[in-house]
């Protein structure tokens, strides 16, 4: 699906991520990246669906963005939008996108993700939600408006932070036109669709 040095490049990335995260006793030092399985069925969710307009919130050293980035590319998409809070991090992903030839096709964000989702014009068509669990509910409503008819929503760590990410699961539950799916693959990734509205009747 990618180039071989894409490939190798994010073989790197996942042994190096292994190893942070085995060593380190903090959890804010850890990258938590996808693992290769989650991160393939989040690119052929978006490039099966033809996204072009994706937004992350959560960007740790750039893996998932690559995946994506490379996504866009493939759907002749915009540039993803990416955001993560710490700088350090930002500058990796920024210079491991670069390393991947992909940079074109994202934009990293640094800064507070509720703030950016209030503060972003969209239209997205997708959006991939890998960071704070806690604050994804009220992420969610702040970009509600600015989500296409036929928006994917897609939020890692289902499985493995159940009681974290149930506020989420309940708020999009509660919207309409949406259907939805947990797929037990990594630490269990939610999908949810919304049926667009044809000729303006939502259809079923």
Same mark, same amino acid.
Not at 73 to 81: L, V
């Given at each position: 699906? *990618?180039?071989?040095?894409?490939? =190798? *490049? *994010?073989?790197?990335?996942?042994?190096? /991520?292994?190893?942070? $995260? =085995?060593?380190? !006793?903090?959890?804010?030092?850890?990258?938590?990246?996808?693992? +290769?399985? !989650?991160?393939?069925?989040?690119?052929?969710?978006?490039?099966?669906?033809?996204?072009? +307009? #994706?937004?992350?919130? /959560?960007?740790?050293?750039?893996?998932?963005?690559?995946?994506?980035? &490379?996504?866009?590319?493939?759907?002749?998409?915009?540039?993803?939008?990416?955001? $993560?809070?710490?700088?350090?991090?930002?500058?990796?992903?920024?210079?491991?996108?670069? +390393?991947?030839?992909?940079?074109?096709?994202?934009? #990293?964000?640094? /800064?507070?993700?509720?703030?950016? &989702?209030?503060?972003? @014009?969209?239209?997205? @068509? &997708?959006?991939?939600? @890998?960071?704070?669990?806690?604050?994804?509910?009220?992420?969610?409503?702040? *970009?509600?408006?600015?989500?296409?008819? @036929?928006?994917?929503?897609?939020? $890692?760590?289902?499985?493995?932070?159940?009681?974290?990410?149930? /506020?989420?699961?309940?708020?999009?539950?509660?919207?309409?036109?949406?259907?939805?799916?947990?797929?037990?693959?990594?630490?269990?990734?939610? #999908?949810?669709?919304?049926?667009?509205?044809?000729?303006? #009747?939502?259809?079923?």
């Amino acid at each position: 699906m *990618l180039t071989v040095e894409i490939e =190798a *490049l *994010l073989h790197e990335l996942e042994v190096h /991520g292994a190893e942070i $995260d =085995a060593t380190a !006793t903090d959890r804010t030092q850890k990258l938590l990246n996808l693992e +290769r399985p !989650t991160a393939e069925l989040l690119f052929l969710l978006v490039t099966a669906s033809g996204r072009r +307009r #994706v937004l992350e919130i /959560g960007t740790s050293n750039g893996y998932s963005a690559i995946w994506l980035a &490379c996504a866009m590319a493939k759907t002749a998409g915009n540039p993803i939008t990416t955001i $993560d809070r710490d700088a350090a991090r930002a500058a990796q992903a920024r210079e491991n996108l670069r +390393r991947a030839g992909v940079q074109s096709h994202a934009q #990293v964000i640094e /800064g507070d993700a509720t703030r950016w &989702c209030a503060a972003l @014009d969209g239209p997205f @068509d &997708c959006v991939f939600f @890998d960071a704070d669990r806690i604050s994804a509910p009220s992420q969610l409503e702040l *970009l509600l408006p600015k989500l296409t008819d @036929d928006v994917l929503l897609i939020a $890692d760590n289902a499985l493995s932070h159940p009681e974290e990410i149930a /506020g989420y699961l309940a708020t999009v539950s509660a919207l309409p036109q949406f259907d939805a799916t947990l797929v037990p693959v990594g630490k269990g990734l939610h #999908v949810a669709y919304r049926r667009p509205h044809i000729n303006g #009747v939502a259809s079923k």
